[in-house]
Nanobody
């Protein structure tokens, strides 16, 4: 059983930055697609960014240029650096792990088998 634990969320003002972390319990961390999703109040969960086993990253248009996904394989940890945050970025952010090495071109919830409990990000205006 894979366990994912997110951290790093919090409250920031408009224009601020945060770095989210997700630590995975499995030893195959470096061989699988990892991603960040988020779910705002009253919204559906949406994909934010993903990273292949080889480190190739892709981003949703909503965070492109403001977000950076990365990972440290030695620490089994996934990161999401978010800059220039807007109130519309307010959401619960979830870490997710797929079963394959490469991420789907258009990642969806069903593509990911394991999920963390989430970390809350609140951006005030």
């Amino acid at each position: 059983q894979v366990k994912l634990v997110e951290s790093g969320g919090g409250s920031v003002q408009n224009g601020g930055s945060l770095r989210l972390s997700c630590t995975a319990s499995d030893s195959a961390f470096d061989q699988t697609c990892m991603a960040w999703f988020r779910q705002g109040p009253g919204m559906e969960r949406e994909w934010v960014a993903s990273i292949d086993g080889d480190g190739t990253a892709t981003y949703a248009d909503s965070v492109k240029g403001r977000g950076a996904i990365s990972k440290d394989n030695a620490k089994n940890t996934l990161y999401l650096q978010m800059n220039s945050l807007y109130p519309t970025d307010t959401a619960m952010y979830y870490c997710a792990k797929a079963g394959g090495y490469y991420c789907p071109l258009n990642p969806e919830i069903l593509d990911f088998r394991w999920w963390g409990q989430g970390t809350q990000v609140t951006v005030s205006s």
